[in-house]
């Protein structure tokens, strides 16, 4: 089993940033990869960035240029920092991992941009 604990949602004004942080406990080494999805009101759960244990990542195209997925060590935490944010990006961002067999979510945290 993998938990996942996710911080630093907020309220922020348009162009303004924040850094979203997820951290891991219990099975860490069955990680693969940890990322970063978002579910904005009434659509559906989409990704937002993933990066691998080798380090490689992967962002939607809306976020491309403004946010930076990043770790201090492989695999634990996992941050994203998240710039030039637009009322778009509003949504719950939920932190998850995936092993082999199986995908683990965190419980989420709002970002809400507005002015």
């Known amino acids: 089993q993998v938990q ?9 004004q348009p ?7 997820c951290a891991a406990s219990g099975n860490i080494f069955a990680i693969n990869a940890m990322g970063w999805y978002r579910q904005a009101p009434g659509k559906e759960r989409e990704l937002v ?4 244990n080798s380090g490689s990542t992967n962002y939607a195209d809306s976020v491309k240029g403004r946010f930076t997925i990043s770790r201090d060590n492989p ?6 920092q998240m710039n030039s944010l637009r009322p778009e990006d509003t949504a719950v961002y939920y932190c998850y991992a ?9 419980q989420g ?3 809400t941009v507005s002015s």
């Open 4 to 12: 996942l604990v996710e911080s630093g949602g907020g309220l922020v």
């Open 15 to 21: 162009g303004g940033s924040l850094r979203l942080s």
């Open 49 to 52: 960035a993933v990066m691998s």
């Open 75 to 80: 695999k634990n935490p996992v941050w994203m």
């Open 98 to 106: 995936h092993s082999t067999s199986r995908i683990y979510w965190g």
């Open 109 to 111: 945290t709002q970002v």
